[in-house]
């Protein structure tokens, strides 16, 4: 069965701090994997997308990595802003089907002053 | 000024009743979709349009109807059928179908049945 697990649940940090959030994915074969940012209330917003071929993406602070030989993906924030406080999302697309996206049930980030 | 509107942002129901959620871009998409969020869980699809007059059952789809009459305008009717409506519903288009384009989203709306 095709799943994407996100760690930790949640996490709190402090202002100015960096921090990384993980992703294990089952989804093979796959086209691309993404991240995003959620905040509270609001619809998703695209931060990074890498296909299968790609290792790294950076979109300003924040960095995703991808290990297809281990089915891993981490999401790297560096220099964290209150701004930053959503929950982020990992989103796998299976190579087999047009429209189905395998979505992670995110990580909860809190960043305090 | 483009993007994808979702209203209402609240909507209560009551129990046997039908409600519609609005979503409208002006984007000029082909696809536009209807996600269900639930706490703790992974959005899940509800329904998808490729282009007019034409769309396809996601995961869950009972209890759920659409229509797409206008390319701007993808509108879901939550039935009295589906027995558990409260969730955060997610609207979303992308410029043509398939597992590598961007999706753009709404702001979604939030359903409470009393």
């Known amino acids: 069965k095709n799943q994407v697990e996100q760690s930790p649940q949640s996490l709190i940090i402090l202002e100015g701090k960096n921090c990384t959030l993980q992703c294990n994915y089952t989804v093979s074969p796959f086209s691309n994997l993404r991240w995003y940012k959620q905040d509270t209330g609001r619809g998703p917003v695209s931060l990074t997308i890498m296909t299968f071929s790609e290792n790294t993406k950076s979109n300003g602070r924040y960095t995703a990595t991808l290990d297809a030989d281990t089915k891993q993906s981490s999401l790297h924030i560096t220099a964290s802003q209150l701004s930053d406080s959503a929950s982020y999302i990992c989103v796998v697309s299976p190579v087999a089907s047009n429209y189905q996206l395998i979505w992670g049930a995110g990580t909860k980030l809190i960043i305090k002053p | 000024d483009g993007g994808i509107t979702q209203s209402p942002k609240y909507l209560f129901r009551k129990e046997g009743q039908n409600v519609t959620l609005s979503c409208e871009q002006n984007l000029n998409h082909d696809a536009m979709y209807w996600y269900r969020q639930d706490p703790g869980q992974g959005l899940r699809l509800i329904y998808y349009?490729?282009?007019?007059?034409?769309?396809q059952k996601g995961d869950i789809a009972e209890g759920y109807s659409v229509s797409r009459e206008k390319k701007e305008s993808f509108p879901l009717t939550v039935t009295s059928a589906q027995k558990n409506p409260t969730a955060f519903y997610l609207c979303a288009s992308s410029i043509f179908g398939g597992p590598n384009t961007e999706a753009f989203f709404g702001q979604g709306t939030r359903l409470t049945v009393v």
């Open positions: 349009s490729q282009i007019v007059n034409d769309f």
